[in-house]
């Protein structure tokens, strides 16, 4: 067919049509989509009024329910209360050396100051929380803000008491929304009391009663212990106290590490120096997962196994021309005669070295157990649960 005898407009023609089809589809998506959006509505507003149907409770009865069964119930959430309101005086405490001027945080030197400021104040007594390192509470305003106090040893400290804010109301009732300082507060007071008891102890907010028979040796100087963990939570009628029960692996504190190392190497006192070759690396792995004390009840962390023994090893004091062995320096010192002077040193850091047998387990948690004493502890805490 020739081009030029072809319809004219027919291109045209069609563009128009396929314009006017489009905008027709685009009418009737928008007509549908609202459609879609009303219905969606009618559904929403249907799916509430339900909900809100079925969430309207009928009113408890007035006269008490004749029918059903008495039974109780245990629980382990107790309503706290007070006889009566009580404003608390926050402090922050700051103990510094007099001599360095260092300040120093320890809980032994915050029992030290507190109960030396108790007896130089009794007016303040079952008065005041303390945590024996930053923060401390009273119910009446502290008046002196400075605290002159020393240790045993004759050590200067003093300590700065500086009012932090203005004094709160403990209200025990008013405590359902998170309140973090009442409920520290409420905290410290559970865990102070209990701590006071000498038939308990405690590692933060558990407690464990203070018995032999309370305990089961899952591994070498390990024992389980089953205990109470005690928290305050607020609630929508006030205060709580919440109860757990909690298990955890802790040191036969006090336990001599010349005994602890026969039961690791199984052997007696007699054959322990023979044991030392060869197994250097092994023990020392066991060492370091130990916590120690020495004979000054301050803590020791075991760097390495120092193969010099007390009678080798000597060294000069302060102000000493002469060297002396570490065997005569606790003889000297400490009034203490080594019974086994023949056996390896601790190095404990600072080419600072310490015989075996003044060393002892401290009271702690112990938390990287190996394998054989995790197994141990599920093994003796699935036979416990089952008994209770």
Do not use: W
């Amino acid at each position: 067919m020739n081009q030029n005898n072809a319809p004219k407009g027919r291109g045209r023609g069609l563009g128009r049509g396929r314009k006017n089809q489009t905008q027709k589809t685009a009418e009737e998506n928008s007509i549908k989509k609202n459609e879609d959006t009303e219905f969606k509505k009618t559904d929403i507003q249907n799916e509430e009024a339900c909900l809100k149907k079925e969430t309207e409770f009928p009113a408890k009865p007035k006269n008490k329910f004749s029918l059903g069964t008495d039974f109780r119930i245990l629980v382990n959430h107790f309503k706290l209360s007070l006889q009566k309101k009580s404003k608390i005086f926050q402090y922050d405490v700051s103990i510094k050396d007099v001599d360095t001027n260092e300040e120093k945080i320890s809980k032994k030197l915050g029992k030290i100051m507190l109960q030396q400021f108790l007896n130089q104040n009794p007016s303040y007594t079952n008065k005041i929380l303390y945590d024996f390192k930053k923060i401390l509470y009273c119910t009446e305003r502290i008046q002196d803000s400075e605290v002159q106090f020393e240790t045993s040893k004759g050590r200067k400290f003093t300590a700065l008491l500086k009012e932090a804010n203005r004094p709160s109301g403990l209200d025990l009732n008013n405590i359902q929304e998170p309140d973090e300082e009442l409920v520290n507060v409420l905290q410290m007071i559970l865990t102070q009391n209990m701590r006071s008891d000498e038939k308990y102890f405690n590692f933060g907010k558990s407690f464990y009663e203070n018995r032999k028979e309370n305990r089961k040796e899952i591994g070498i100087g390990l024992d389980l212990i089953d205990g109470v963990s005690i928290s305050v939570r607020p609630t929508e009628q006030g205060a709580a106290v919440n109860l757990n029960k909690t298990s955890s692996a802790i040191n036969q504190e006090g336990k001599n590490l010349i005994e602890i190392l026969c039961e690791f190497f199984r052997c007696n006192e007699n054959n322990l120096i023979t044991k030392f070759n060869g197994n250097l690396s092994k023990l020392l792995e066991f060492l370091k997962n130990l916590d120690l004390m020495d004979h000054l009840e301050r803590p020791v962390k075991v760097q390495d196994i120092y193969l010099n023994n007390s009678r080798q090893h000597r060294f000069k004091l302060k102000n000493e021309q002469n060297q002396i062995s570490v065997e005569q320096y606790f003889l000297n010192k400490y009034n203490v005669k080594l019974r086994h002077p023949n056996l390896p040193l601790l190095s404990i850091g600072a080419r600072n070295f310490i015989p075996l047998e003044v060393c002892c387990l401290r009271q702690t948690r112990r938390s990287n157990l190996n394998p054989d004493e995790q197994s141990q502890m599920n093994k003796v805490t699935r036979s416990s649960t089952k008994e209770d």
